[in-house]
C-alpha cells in the first residue's frame, strides 16, 4: 500500500524513465494528485503490466490536479550527461504544471532545488508515495509511446520491445548496423556520468 506524502502540503512527485537506455531521451513527469487519491493498482510502474499501466496512465491525467511530462533528447544527455539530463526533464516537467507545489519529492538520491521549493529525494520513492507512483507510469508510458514512434524509422533495432535499453539484441543490432540519430553518443555510465553539474 502507498502511501500519501503530507495532506497539509500541495506536493508534487517527480520521477524519470529511460536513465539506463543506448538510445531515446531521457522521458520525466510530475504529478500533483488530490488529497486521499485512490488506486488499489498504482505503483511503481516497473513492476506493472502494460495494459495495468496504460489504466493508470489515463486515471492518473483524469484526476490528477495537475501533470506534465517532458523529453530531453540524446544531444543535451550527450552534452550534459545521464544524470544532469534526468534532473534537467524532472525541472521541465514541473515548470509545465498548471499549479504551483509547495514541496516536491523526488524518486532517487539526486536533485536540484527547484525555484527554491523545498524537495525531499527517496530512495525507491515510486514504491512508497503516490504521487511518485503516478509520476513514475506518465514518464514510462509517454517514453515507451515515443520510443513506438521511433521504432517504425529504425525497425532493427527493436525499440518498441527494448524500448532503447541495452538487451543483447539491442547491443547485436548496433554492432551490425551501427548507430543513428536516436543513439547517446557518449554514453558511459561512470564517472562522468554521475556528476552534477550546479
Given at each position: 500500500?502507498?502511501?500519501?506524502?503530507?495532506?497539509?502540503?500541495?506536493?508534487?512527485?517527480?520521477?524519470?524513465?529511460g536513465r539506463g537506455c543506448l538510445a531515446g531521451p531521457v522521458t520525466a513527469a510530475a504529478v500533483i494528485l488530490p488529497d486521499h487519491f485512490k488506486n488499489d493498482i498504482l505503483n511503481d510502474s516497473k513492476i506493472l503490466s502494460l495494459k495495468n499501466r496504460?489504466?493508470?496512465?489515463?486515471?492518473?491525467?483524469?484526476?490528477?490536479?495537475?501533470?506534465?511530462?517532458?523529453?530531453?533528447?540524446?544531444?543535451?544527455?550527450?552534452?550534459?550527461?545521464?544524470?544532469?539530463?534526468?534532473?534537467?526533464?524532472?525541472?521541465?516537467?514541473?515548470?509545465?504544471?498548471?499549479?504551483?507545489?509547495?514541496?516536491?519529492?523526488?524518486?532517487?538520491?539526486?536533485?536540484?532545488?527547484?525555484?527554491?521549493?523545498?524537495?525531499?529525494?527517496?530512495?525507491?520513492?515510486?514504491?512508497?508515495?503516490?504521487?511518485?507512483?503516478?509520476?513514475?507510469?506518465?514518464?514510462?508510458?509517454?517514453?515507451?509511446?515515443?520510443?513506438?514512434?521511433?521504432?517504425?524509422?529504425?525497425?532493427?533495432?527493436?525499440?518498441?520491445?527494448?524500448?532503447?535499453?541495452?538487451?543483447?539484441?539491442?547491443?547485436?543490432?548496433?554492432?551490425?548496423?551501427?548507430?543513428?540519430?536516436?543513439?547517446?553518443?557518449?554514453?558511459?555510465?561512470?564517472?562522468?556520468?554521475?556528476?552534477?553539474?550546479?
Amino acid at each position: 500500500m502507498l502511501n500519501y506524502y503530507n495532506l497539509e502540503l500541495t506536493v508534487a512527485g517527480t520521477d524519470e524513465a529511460g536513465r539506463g537506455c543506448l538510445a531515446g531521451p531521457v522521458t520525466a513527469a510530475a504529478v500533483i494528485l488530490p488529497d486521499h487519491f485512490k488506486n488499489d493498482i498504482l505503483n511503481d510502474s516497473k513492476i506493472l503490466s502494460l495494459k495495468n499501466r496504460k489504466l493508470l496512465k489515463s486515471q492518473i491525467e483524469q484526476e490528477s490536479l495537475a501533470f506534465a511530462t517532458a523529453h530531453v533528447f540524446m544531444e543535451e544527455i550527450d552534452e550534459i550527461n545521464i544524470l544532469n539530463a534526468s534532473i534537467r526533464a524532472m525541472h521541465r516537467a514541473l515548470e509545465k504544471l498548471k499549479l504551483d507545489p509547495e514541496h516536491i519529492i523526488v524518486d532517487g538520491n539526486r536533485f536540484k532545488t527547484f525555484k527554491k521549493t523545498p524537495h525531499e529525494c527517496i530512495i525507491k520513492g515510486d514504491g512508497k508515495y503516490m504521487s511518485i507512483a503516478a509520476a513514475s507510469i506518465l514518464a514510462k508510458t509517454y517514453r515507451d509511446e515515443y520510443m513506438e514512434k521511433i521504432h517504425e524509422e529504425f525497425p532493427m533495432y527493436n525499440w518498441n520491445k527494448n524500448k532503447g535499453y541495452p538487451t543483447k539484441e539491442h547491443r547485436a543490432a548496433i554492432q551490425k548496423y551501427g548507430i543513428t540519430k536516436y543513439h547517446r553518443k557518449t554514453f558511459k555510465l561512470l564517472p562522468d556520468q554521475l556528476k552534477i553539474e550546479f
